[in-house]
C-alpha cells in the first residue's frame, strides 16, 4: 500500500513538472515569421553554444554604413549532429545569412540558411 501510494506521488509530481518545463523555452516566437532578410556580410564573432548557437556579423547598409548582426541558430548539440564545430564560422569568413528579424526591430535574426563564400549550404537543421 506504502509503495503505490509512492508511486500516485511522484506520477502527480511529474505531471505538475511537466507545463512549467514546456514553458520554460522561448521558441522562434520573439520573430517575424513572415517576412525573410538575406544579408551578404562578414563573420566578427561565433557563439557555438546552447541552447543557441549565435554568429555575430556585420553588413553594410544601403548607404554604405556598417551595420552590426546577430543570429540565433538551433543548439550546439543539433548542429554537432550536422557536423559544426566551434571552428564551423570563424571571424572573417564571408557569409550569406537568410533569416527572420526579431519582431522588436533590434538587429537579431532568426537564422534560417547560411552560405559560404564559394556557395556552399552550411547544414542547420534536417530537411535542408
Do not use: C
Request: proline share 2%; charged share 20%.
Amino acid at each position: 500500500m506504502k509503495s503505490s501510494f509512492i508511486v500516485v506521488l511522484a506520477a502527480a509530481a511529474g505531471l505538475l513538472w511537466i507545463p512549467g518545463s514546456a514553458s520554460g523555452h522561448h521558441g522562434w516566437t520573439a520573430f517575424d515569421s513572415k517576412t525573410l532578410l538575406t544579408f551578404k556580410g562578414t563573420v566578427t564573432d561565433f557563439h557555438f553554444v546552447n541552447p543557441h548557437s549565435v554568429v555575430d556579423f556585420e553588413v553594410k547598409d544601403d548607404k554604405g554604413q556598417v551595420e552590426t548582426w546577430q543570429g540565433e541558430l538551433t543548439s550546439a548539440a543539433r548542429l554537432a549532429a550536422k557536423g559544426w564545430t566551434a571552428t564551423t564560422l570563424e571571424p572573417g569568413n564571408e557569409v550569406t545569412i537568410t533569416g527572420y528579424r526579431a519582431q522588436s526591430g533590434v538587429r537579431t535574426m532568426r537564422i534560417m540558411k547560411i552560405l559560404s563564400a564559394d556557395g556552399t549550404e552550411l547544414k542547420i537543421e534536417s530537411g535542408n
